[in-house]
Nanobody, 119 residues
């Protein structure tokens, strides 16, 4: 079964940094793109960053280069490094994978990890 388990969330002061991890299992991790989403209270879930199987990356324009996504295929793990954090970054952050099935694809989500940016 496919599992995505996020970790690394917590409380951080404005301007601080945090690194999230997502441990994946149940599929051939290295063959698939991975992504991070976030959802703040009262807002819709939004794409934060994505990374291809080859390591190419894409980011939400609103983040303005403060976040970096990376992956370690040997560890089946995708990371999200966050810097210059703002209170507006407070949200539940989710790991996402779109996995090929026998027929078609299915999107999987982790349980989410809370990031709170506050002084």
């Amino acid at each position: 079964q496919v599992q995505l388990v996020e970790s690394g969330g917590g409380l951080v002061q404005p301007g601080g940094s945090l690194k999230l991890s997502c441990a994946a299992s149940g599929f051939t991790f290295s063959s698939y793109p991975m992504s991070w989403y976030r959802q703040a209270p009262g807002k819709e879930r939004e794409l934060v960053a994505a990374i291809t199987s080859a390591g190419g990356t894409n980011y939400a324009d609103s983040l303005k280069g403060r976040f970096t996504i990376s992956r370690d295929n040997a560890k089946n793990t995708v990371y999200l490094k966050m810097s210059s954090l703002k209170p507006e970054d407070t949200a539940v952050y989710y790991c996402n994978a779109k996995i090929k099935l026998v027929v078609g694809f299915r999107t999987y989500w982790g349980q989410g990890t809370q990031v709170t940016v506050s002084s």
